[in-house]
């Protein structure tokens, strides 16, 4: 038995955020119904396309282990089909903008009162605020969240990072909550609302960069690089490059080849217990007891020179020999990896954290499959649905409407031309 199984969820989002979090459910075993619009769908399913009159990619890689109906929710009709889902499933997920569930009259108390067991949980760009009226996309949340601010050089301008989290990251913020309140519910038998703000989503990850920010009262940030260059700090915490946070400074090192490759680097840590191993490697072994080198502290200076150092020897290794040998000597570091090698990289593939999934009209893909991994009830990764594939059958099997009305909604539109050519 899966996790989750018998957990129906109304699945309202579209675009990443809100899907990142019901692939989840997905995959932990919720029957996951997505509503779409009838033609268009979810904007993704045409956005970044590669294969000619297939779902993309982006699509395609958020929507695993889903079923879809279409329904046009400004028709009379596609609003009785959903107050009829809000009356079987146990969770409402949606993503849209401010203000649209409740122009929509989805509003918590209309829902709580239809079924009091349900859980309505939202993703918006702000919490109430100044911004709550703010539509959002992932850049908008890291910037607004704390990462641009705190993401680059300090010599740069700020920079947004390739990992979504503001998006993704809301998305499994939101899991988090969603779980949280069925779990409540099987004390309380009540739902409750579960809202997740990108910007909060964000600041939540960033949470290192606001301890900082207080530690800066206090004064410098000695493990920052510009502390040993001698540059003063100004009143908000700054960009660092790639200077790891806590006590273990670490950097970015070239590695060999990296004239032509751009990913040929590691990450090296200067961890203080491995410090003296660190030497040995690194051909320097009286820096064990130079009072300039021995202990963190002396060290925290001259960070630019200690690197530079190891960065001489990294040079003339490939990363993954660096890899192999430090890792000998437990010492801290990472290969930078590119897209190319980690899509090949035959661990992966064999955790199912990467995987292969057939589709009817793109054909075979590669896909992130589910990143948490349960003793009992591991995920199958399935493919994301067509458009409307499941109109049909939810409407008979999940609903249980009769054909009578079956026919009433079909012939309304609400559900959509394509539904109502495949009923007749
Ligand atoms: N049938 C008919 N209409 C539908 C529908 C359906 N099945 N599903 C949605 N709609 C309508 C809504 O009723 C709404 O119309 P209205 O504005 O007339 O009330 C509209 O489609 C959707 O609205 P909106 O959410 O504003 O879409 P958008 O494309 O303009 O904005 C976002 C996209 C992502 C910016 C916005 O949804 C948002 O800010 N979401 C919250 C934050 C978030 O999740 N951002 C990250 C996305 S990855």
Redesign the pocket.
Known sequence: MKALEGVKVLD?????????CTQLLAWFGADVIK????GTGD?TRGQLCDVPDADSLYFTMLNHNKRSI??????PR?MEV?WEMVKVCDVMVE???????D??GLTWAKVHEVNPRMIVA????FGAGPYED?????N??QCAGGAASTTGFRDGVPLVTGA?I??SG?GLHLALGIVTALYHRTHSGLGQKVDCA?QDGVLNLCRVKLRDQQRLDHGPLKEYSQFGEGVPFGDAVPRAGNDSGGGQPGRILKCKGWETDPNAYIYFITQAPVWEKICDVIGEPTWKTDPNYAKPPARLPRLNEIFGRIEEWTMTKTKFEAMDILNEYDIPCGPILSMKEIAEEKSLRETGTVVEVDHPKRGKYLSVGNPIKLSNSPSEVKRSPLLGEHTDEVLRDVLKLDEARIAAIVESGATGAVTRAAAE
């Open positions: 309202f989002t579209h675009v990443q955020s809100g899907p990142t509503v779409e619009r009838p904007i279409t329904l046009d929710t400004k028709n596609g959903l993503n849209f903008a401010p203000g649209v569930l122009r929509m939202s993703i918006k760009g703010c539509k959002v996309y992932e908008v949340a979504q503001g998006d809301t990108m």
